[in-house]
């Protein structure tokens, strides 16, 4: 797992940012409060936690969300007061030859001190897959856990 993070951050680092704030390897402040994989989102909850997810009969049509809530903390205390959005990203990444390769970045906002979002990836490939959230600061983890693992199948 220590070698998982180590070769995701080095992918992440060489990556860049996209704000203009080079990766540090430090935590953010901010933090999960919950996190799942879901096959669905329903009234902005995840309908099922899953650890594994099958592609089933049509795999092109397959949609595998990750689900997530995140106290902002002082990060937010400045965007209430202005209005702002703070910016945070989830990144997709694939196991291939035993290091993790980012396979989509989603863009989100956080628009208050407690915040439920999600994002989803679709053309999946059987094998395991990792999410990591990111603000500018790092990543954000729930409590010592940053990387979240699901095992998709066939």
């Not at 070698?3 to 402040?29: K, M, N, Q, Y």
């Not at 096959?39 to 049509?58: A, H, K, Y």
């Amino acid at each position: 797992m220590r070698a998982a993070r180590w070769i995701l951050t080095c992918i992440i680092a060489g990556l860049g940012w996209g704000w203009g704030v080079p990766f540090t390897g430090a935590e953010s402040p901010m933090k999960l409060l919950d996190a799942t994989f879901t096959d669905e989102i329903v009234n902005r909850e995840p309908r099922t936690r899953l650890t594994s997810f099958t592609l089933g009969e049509q795999p092109d049509r397959a949609r595998l969300w990750f689900w997530f809530q995140v106290h902002c903390g002082e990060l937010c205390l400045d965007g209430q007061n202005s209005g702002l959005k703070i910016p945070i990203m989830v990144k997709w990444a694939y196991e291939q030859d035993k290091m993790f390769v980012v396979k989509r970045t989603v863009p989100l906002t956080v628009e208050s001190m407690t915040w439920r979002t999600w994002a989803y990836k679709e053309n999946l490939k059987p094998g395991t897959w990792q999410v990591v959230i990111f603000s500018q600061e790092g990543p954000v983890c729930l409590e010592e856990q940053c990387e979240f693992m699901v095992q998709v199948t066939p």
